[in-house]
Structures are given as C-alpha cells and as structure tokens.
C-alpha cells in the first residue's frame, strides 16, 4: 500500500487532483483510493514459442482476461522478468493497460506495420504475435538510447518481419506516404496514468507539458495520416488522462482529414472516452491496470497510389560461402534466401523491406551474425529465432540448473567430447550459441549476462 499520493507532492499534484476531481466528479475518492494502492503486474507470451504458457509458475498467474496471450502476475512471489525464460525471448513484461493497444488493433497476418513512437517495445513485440512472414513492422522511436532498448527487445523476440529505425517519424513522409495498413501512435505524454508506478511521472508533470505533449502529438497525428493506406488504420493512445492530449486530439484528426473513429468493444472496467463513446479510458480504480487512453481512427480518402522502392539482397560470395558452411555444419535448417551484408554483420531480410534511404536503421530483419576473416560467429537473435530440432549440436538444461546460472554469467562449461557449434537450452528453449573445443565456449551476449 503506498503513501497518500498527494503527501509530500508539490502545487502540481493539487493541480492533477483539481482536474481529476472535474473529470471523475463522484467517482473522484475511488480513483483516488486505487492510486494508494500498488500497481499490477502482468506479461504476454511471444507465441511463436510453443507451449510457452507451461514455463510460467501457474501458482501465481492469473488470465488477463481480455489479452489473448496476457497474464497476470504475482510479484510478490514471481520474478518472471528475473528467469532465464525472460532471456529467451518466452514473453514480453508490460503493463496489463497497454496491452490492450496492440491488442485491439485488428492486424491481420500480411499487414505492413508502423509503430511509430516504439520504445523500448511492448507494442511492436505484441504486433509481431500477429504478423505473419508477409507482413512487416516498423518500430521507430525518435530517441537513439530508447531505440536501441527496443532493438534488443525485437532481438529477444526474434522478430523476423522488424526493421528498427530512429528518426523523426516526419522523415518517413517522402520515402513512404500511403504506406501502412495499420499505425500504432503510442504518443509521448504526460503520464498521468503511470503515477502508481513512476514517481518521476509525478515529479515532472505539469500543465504546461499537458500541453506541450498536445502540441507534439498533433504533429504525429499529422504524419501518421500521410503514411497510412487509405482503408488504414491508426490506433492513438497514451497513457495519460488529459483530455487535451486524448479526446482533443481524436477530434482534432476528425476536423483535419477525411477520418472516421471506429468504435472499440469495452469490456470489464474499460470506460469510454469523455464525450467519445467510441474510445476507451482506462482507470485503476475500474480496470485492473493504470491509466490509458486509445482510440481506433479510420483514413477514409482515396488517394494516388505510391511507387516504394524495395531493399535488394546483397551479400559477397565469399561472405555467402561462410555463412552456407556454417548452416550446413551446425544447423538443420537451410541458409535464408535473401541476405543482406553490412560491414561483415549479416541480416536475413524480407522481400517485402522497403528501402528506407537515409534513415537510421539499428536492425534490419533478423541478425544472423558476423564474418570475421573466414568463419562466422552466429548470433543471440539467430538462436532465438531456431528450435531445439534446428540445432545439429546442443546441450538442455532445466532453468533452475547450476549449468544456466553459469551460463549466464559467463562462464564456459566444460567440454562433453562435442566439436563445434550448437545450442544452449533452457528446457528446450535456445537461449545461445555455444562454441566447443576442449571447453563449452560461452557466446552469451557479454551485455545480457548476469
Ligand atoms: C509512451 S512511450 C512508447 C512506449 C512503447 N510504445 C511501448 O509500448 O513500449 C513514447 C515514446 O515516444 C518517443 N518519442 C517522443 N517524441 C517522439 C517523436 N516525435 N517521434 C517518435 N517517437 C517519439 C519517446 O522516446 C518514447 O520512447
């Protein structure tokens, strides 16, 4: 149970009460009363691992009851986000509010994706749950140190279809105008619905960033309508309660552009939106989360239809060769059909990857490994994205083994007479490369260990 949010809290928080008690009126003690208490926990599966569910401490998950792979958690008694299971990539850990976003976003399997505000990733791991090998997301964040958090947690998933940027979402404009069939705006705001769980939310709100958050999330509306499809679909959330940086903001893209808001299903505790019955507000003292705000918007217009230039394959025989022996020795699977090289780092990219020019790009598809002379180090990300039949070599050992503390912490195992390369697993689950000789080398990435 926490303090009283407004003990010790400055003129700002009087002045979050203020509004609060204008917006909730009666309801106003509830909300109040829910922010004394602590905020809950929960996760998703990445549900291309499979029976992933059976990994979880059964004892202390409940069903989130409208995310079809969510859970609840325990946290006093379950570290999740601790286990070995979380450095494979079994599931992602975000808040059981903003699930919902991705999660009442209808993507369908060939969809091409921007989640254009991405960082560090809960929504653009839950879209990939979604997307098939057609599709394509792209996860942007404006912040180069946000963007590369989000570029490890695509790698933790092992997400195929991800080309991770970061850039100013506007850039996009001329290379893809028309592009997405869906947009996932996830705007930054003031952050008034994580006051249970960030006290830096409260330190430094203010009117004055209510409103200058209202500013920014204008301008993304702005690009976001020039790179949808027509037909396409934005989803625009925050998690904040203003109504300036929600409800304003849907009607300000209604008055703006040829747009219509779609109505989102509400179910248990989700509350509509002020004036906006199609919108949905969530509030910790009806729904079992924090705060958050979405809302489904439709591009109605027809417009001229674009050219996009794609990416090419491009990879040097030599490096092609490397690669080829290295799948050939060590895996059961074949060598990717499009590659692409970059100083030596190579990727497996899609046929559908547009070429995005100029624009910073920190993964593009999936990150095979490294040429070094003449051998190849394979990646994290590679042996995420196998399973345990695809390795010809590896070695399984339970979570709670002395083997995978070692492992990751660093250390080399000793050698059981193998040769070569092959798979750590946990429970069956890869978790890394190995490299054998007369010891079990440890290829664990250096900034992941423990
Ligand atoms: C609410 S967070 C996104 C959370 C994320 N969608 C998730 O589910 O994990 C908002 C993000 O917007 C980014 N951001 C701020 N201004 C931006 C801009 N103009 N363009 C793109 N991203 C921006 C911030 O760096 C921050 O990471």
Known sequence: ???????????????????????????YENFAEALKKDDVKALYLNLRKENAKNILNQQFITKHPYVSAGYYYDEKHYHPGRSPYFLAGLYYIQEPSAMLV??????????????????????????????????????????????????????????????????????????????????????PCSGEGMFRSKDLAKETWSLEKVKECALIQKRLIDTAYKLLKPGGLLMYSTCTYSIEENEDNVRYALEHYPMELMPLDHQGGMSEGVDMPEAIRCYPHRYQGEG?????????DDEDKHKYKLIKPKISHEALNIVTKFYQDNLNVNVPDHL?????????????????????????????????????IPSYSLA??????????????????????????????????????????????????????????NLFPKGLRR
């Not at 990857?353 to 598809?365: A, H, M, N």
């Open 292 to 300: 958050q705000f979405m809302a489904l918007l439709k591009k109605c």
């Open 102 to 187: 991705a999660e009442k976003l209808p993507i369908e399997e060939n969809d091409y994706v921007l989640d254009m505000c991405a960082a560090p990733g809960g929504k653009s791991c839950m879209v990939a749950n979604k997307l098939g090998k057609q599709g394509l997301l792209i996860a942007n964040d404006i912040n180069l140190s946000r963007a590369k958090v989000l570029s490890e947690n695509i790698e933790r998933f092992a997400i195929e279809q991800a080309i991770v940027t970061s850039t100013d979402p506007k850039r996009f404009e001329k290379i893809l105008p028309g592009f997405f069939d869906k947009i996932i705006l996830d705007a």
């Open 340 to 376: 692409y090289e970059n100083n030596g780092h190579i990727y497996k990219i899609m046929p559908q990857f547009p070429d995005l020019g100029k624009i910073q790009i920190l993964r593009r598809g999936l990150y095979l490994g490294e040429v070094r002379k003449n051998y190849f």
């Open 1 to 27: 149970m926490k303090e009283n949010m407004y003990n010790d809290d400055g003129d700002n928080m009087r002045e979050f009460q203020e509004r609060m008690q204008m917006l909730l009126k009666d309801d």
């Open 384 to 441: 995420l994205s196998l399973k345990k039949e695809d390795f010809k070599h590896y070695y399984d050992f339970p979570n709670d083994s002395e083997e995978i503390k070692k492992w990751i912490h660093g250390e080399a195992l000793p050698a059981c007479n193998g040769k070569g390369f092959g798979g750590i697993l946990v429970d069956g689950y890869p978790l890394s490369f190995y490299k054998e000789s007369n010891a079990i080398k």
